[in-house]
């Protein structure tokens, strides 16, 4: 019995601890699911809320990285940006890169600034820009002072100067063929600027200036018509450039208006000609004449000290002539022999000898005109 005994005790103590091994392991799942229990489980969920709470709260920390890294944003050297937090205008940033609030709470309008843009009046371009598709007329026809039809085709180019004014001042419908956005103030109501201050200006002129000389103060007159607009309405836009394209008369007379324009650029023409030719002549005539009147006065100086010397001459004559008479005489008496007989030789007779009297070239004696003491023999 004993030994049964031991061997029931020893086989009760084999069967014993698997069941205490058992009974730990039904202790470690009841912690366990007393801590799931005292979670709340979420809905629609059968398991306990622990992990899925912690991935929700994952998931908010990582789609909060990426909402705030959705504020970083670049700004262009040729851009600037308008800072807004819940609609409000806080402030601008200039180039570089930046950090603000994220939609909702924050909002950035990044626009070129310093871009020059361009507004047609009148024609529509084609894709490239440049080669004309077709014509506006209900923008491009407009009336002269004179009471005539002219049709007119302008190029605006324009930037942005103020931003806050540009993005809050004008709630403007766009412009869908320049693909301008509605709120911008250079969509429809830049090209009713363009449109309302042309009309004016060439509303208040002839027909003939306009097609003609005054197209360059048409387009001065234009352009400080429309910055005074702009300025008007706060768009803070500034014009830069007005420039007429092509300024027509209607069609049924413009064969006629061309000859018009043809005439006046002909008498243009030959104004410039007459004109040019006038700035060769009158140089040309003054030089002239400044030279013939140097040498009048070159020959009137000459004239005057010939005649002075000729006068002097004669006193000095005059005076020799009063100291010494005979010998005066003689002397003038010779000289006018031989003004008189230039190519005849002459000589001199004395009481004892005939001698040469000019030219004194040493020739021999032979015919010539014979002198005495007193005069010729």
Request: hydrophobic letters at 40%; charged letters at 25%.
């Amino acid at each position: 019995m004993a030994a049964s005994t031991e061997d029931g005790q020893v086989a009760d103590n084999k069967m014993y601890r698997p069941p205490q091994q058992e009974q730990t392991q039904l202790n470690f799942e009841e912690i366990i699911e007393r801590l799931r229990a005292s979670i709340p489980k979420l809905p629609g969920i059968g398991i306990g809320g622990g992990g899925v709470a912690g991935l929700i709260l994952a998931a908010l920390v990582v789609i909060a990285i990426i909402w705030a890294a959705t504020g970083f944003y670049t700004v262009g050297p040729d851009e600037q940006a308008v800072l807004r937090t819940f609609g409000k205008i806080t402030g601008t940033e200039s180039g570089g890169l930046h950090w603000y609030y994220p939609g909702p709470i924050g909002r950035r309008d990044v626009i070129a600034v310093t871009t020059t843009r361009r507004l047609e009046l009148g024609f529509r371009s084609g894709a490239d820009g440049f080669t004309v598709a077709q014509s506006v007329t209900n923008e491009s026809l407009m009336i002269t002072g004179d009471v005539n039809i002219v049709d007119v085709q302008a190029v605006i180019q324009y930037n942005i100067t103020d931003l806050e004014k540009f993005l809050t001042k004008v709630d403007d419908p766009g412009d869908p063929d320049r693909g301008i956005p509605p709120g911008s103030p250079d969509g429809r109501t830049l090209r009713d600027i363009a449109e309302t201050a042309l009309r004016q200006v060439v509303g208040a002129r002839n027909i003939d200036d306009v097609l003609t000389t005054e197209k360059e103060q048409v387009q001065t007159d234009v352009l400080f018509k429309m910055r005074e607009l702009a300025a008007t309405y706060e768009t803070g836009i500034n014009v830069q450039v007005v420039l007429l394209q092509n300024v027509n008369p209607p069609l049924e007379v413009q064969s006629a208006f061309e000859d018009v324009v043809r005439a006046r650029e002909d008498r243009e023409r030959l104004i410039n000609l007459a004109e040019a030719y006038q700035a060769a002549e009158i140089p040309k005539a003054i030089g002239e004449a400044a030279k013939v009147t140097e040498a009048a006065e070159g020959f009137k100086t000459g004239r005057i000290a010939r005649a002075q010397g000729e006068a002097d001459g004669f006193e000095a004559i005059l005076e020799g002539y009063l100291n010494s008479p005979v010998v005066t005489r003689q002397r003038l008496y010779l000289e006018a022999m031989e003004d008189i007989l230039p190519g005849i030789k002459k000589f001199i007779l004395s009481d004892s000898s005939v001698l040469p009297f000019l030219p004194l070239d040493g020739s021999m004696p032979g015919a010539g005109t014979i002198i005495g003491a007193g005069g010729s023999q």
